[in-house]
């Protein structure tokens, strides 16, 4: 059985920086992409970023490229969020999430993904 578990998430205020981790255990996913993906207060869950386990290759949502860096390393079995320049429109709970799936073009979608972590909350404040 796979569990991913988020941690990192804090408040913060505009500007500043966040790094989120998601530790990963049950089995290796090497050849697994690796989500994140937010969902603030009555809104639908969204895709933030995601890399591919076995070469690191990223994707990343349009509003956080170039503010956010989504990397993992494979000795501790864990993938990391690193948010920079927050703005109060970031504030969610951000989750991470794993999935076999090959295609590029399924990568933005939650419902392609098979484990889901419990969350961590993000706080933005202006």
């Known amino acids: 059985q796979v569990q991913l578990v988020e941690s990192g998430g804090g408040l913060v205020q505009a500007g500043g920086s966040l790094r989120a981790s998601c530790a990963v255990s049950g089995r290796t996913l090497s050849t697994y992409t690796m989500g994140w993906f937010r969902q603030a207060p009555g809104k639908e869950r969204q895709f933030v970023a995601a890399i591919t386990w076995s070469s690191g290759y990223p994707y990343y949502e349009a509003s956080v490229k170039g503010r956010f860096t989504v990397s993992r390393d494979n000795a501790k079995n864990t993938v990391y969020l690193q948010m920079n320049s927050l703005k109060p429109e970031d504030t969610a709970v951000y989750y991470c999430?794993?999935?076999?799936?090959?295609?590029?073009?399924?990568?933005?979608?939650?419902?392609?993904?098979?484990?889901w972590g419990q969350g961590t909350q993000v706080t933005v404040s202006s």
């Open positions: 999430a794993a999935t076999r799936l090959v295609s590029s073009s399924r990568v933005p979608f939650p419902h392609e993904y098979d484990y």
